[in-house]
């Protein structure tokens, strides 16, 4: 079945680090990615939809310049949190589906803490 | 704006028992989705649902979409413990893109002998 790949798995690092988080479709291409943050015990919240070969498209309130995506090949997304605070610490967990319509699959997330 | 809302958020089961998850949406959609997720870790689908009056079963869970009332229910037959998890469900506004999903704010569920 349809395998999205999300590395690395747990990161901690400190305060004005930035953070790349990987995202890759391992047996499909997939044209949009989506990138979602959900915070301890809370849902998840679309943060912006990645299109290979082209400008993200953020979602109202997510920082364009804080987060910064960028989709080069129809297998890799990837999302860098810049200049991370304590306050983006969450887990980050990325999207992709193999066809129109079919469900989209997910990452195993990327759990974010900034100290 | 989208809304996506789930009833009830926390969910005490036996097991053996039945009950159903409902899930209420705001906008027009026939795109709803069903996902559960286990403590840590990520999401895993369960259903999809495309059209008004899809049903869907899976071992004790069945989810059913009926788009005039915007409402999708995820139905749970004799419980066992192995279903303790969170569910969430998700809508995919109509007229956009694919897999640009709102949630509903998760049903924990807890099944205990």
């Not at chain 1, 391992?26 to 290979?52: C, G, H, I, V």
């Not at chain 1, 920082?63 to 610490?89: R, W």
């Not at chain 2, 998890?85 to 709102?102: E, N």
Request: proline share 4%.
């Amino acid at each position: 079945g349809a395998v999205v790949s999300q590395h690395p798995s747990w990161v901690i690092c400190k305060s004005g680090t930035s953070v790349k988080i990987e995202c890759r479709s391992l047996d499909f291409q997939a044209t949009t990615m989506f990138w979602y943050r959900q915070f301890p015990k809370q849902s998840l919240m679309l943060m912006a939809t990645s299109n290979e070969g082209s400008k993200a498209t953020y979602e109202q309130g997510v920082e364009k310049d804080k987060f910064l995506i960028n989709h080069a090949s129809l297998t890799l997304s990837t999302l860098t949190v810049t200049s991370a605070h304590p306050e983006d610490s969450s887990f980050y967990i990325c999207s992709a589906a193999p066809g129109t319509g079919q469900p989209q699959h997910f990452g195993d997330g990327t759990r974010l803490s900034i100290l | 704006e989208l809304k996506v809302e789930q009833n009830p958020l926390f969910l005490s089961m036996q097991e053996g028992k039945n009950y159903t998850i409902y899930c209420n949406y705001s906008t027009t959609s026939d795109r709803l989705y069903w996902y559960r997720q286990d403590p840590g870790k990520s999401l895993e689908s369960l259903f999809v649902l495309l059209s008004n009056g899809a049903v869907k079963q899976e071992g004790r869970l069945m989810a059913s979409l009926d788009t005039k009332a915007r409402l999708s229910t995820l139905h749970i037959t004799a419980a066992v413990h192995d279903l303790s998890a969170t569910y969430f469900c998700a809508v995919d506004l109509t007229g956009t893109s694919y897999g640009k999903l709102t949630f509903g704010q998760g049903t924990i569920l807890t099944v205990h002998p």
